[in-house]
Nanobody, 123 residues
Framework: QVQLRESGGGLVQPGGSLRLSCTASGRTFSSSIVGWFRQPPRKEREIVGSMTYNGNTYYRPSVEGRFSISTDNIKNTVYLQMNTLKPEDTAVYYC?????????????????WGQGTQVTVSS
């Protein structure tokens, strides 16, 4: 059974930073296409970014330059570094293993994803 577990969410002030972690059991990220997704309150789920196993990345325009995806293959962990957070970044954040590289939620094909972690950006 594959399990993805997100951590690192919480309450942060606008302009602050958080690093989310996604650790996998039963799978190595080094051979996977991974993605981060989020669901803001009262909105549909959307892509945050995705990364191929060789490091090719995509970010939605609203987070480009502020968020970045990285991996630690030894720890089998994927990270989402979030800087200069804005209230509109408030959402439940999910990591996922993807069947292929994708650029929007509706076109993504999921192999597995985690339970999510809440990020709240507020004063």
């Amino acid at each position: 059974q594959v399990q993805l577990r997100e951590s690192g969410g919480g309450l942060v002030q606008p302009g602050g930073s958080l690093r989310l972690s996604c650790t996998a059991s039963g799978r190595t990220f080094s051979s996977s296409i991974v993605g981060w997704f989020r669901q803001p309150p009262r909105k549909e789920r959307e892509i945050v970014g995705s990364m191929t196993y060789n490091g090719n990345t995509y970010y939605r325009p609203s987070v480009e330059g502020r968020f970045s995806i990285s991996t630690d293959n030894i720890k089998n962990t994927v990270y989402l570094q979030m800087n200069t957070l804005k209230p509109e970044d408030t959402a439940v954040y999910y990591c996922a293993v993807l069947k292929k590289f994708c650029f929007d939620y509706l076109s993504c094909e999921f192999l597995y994803w985690g339970q999510g972690t809440q990020v709240t950006v507020s004063s």
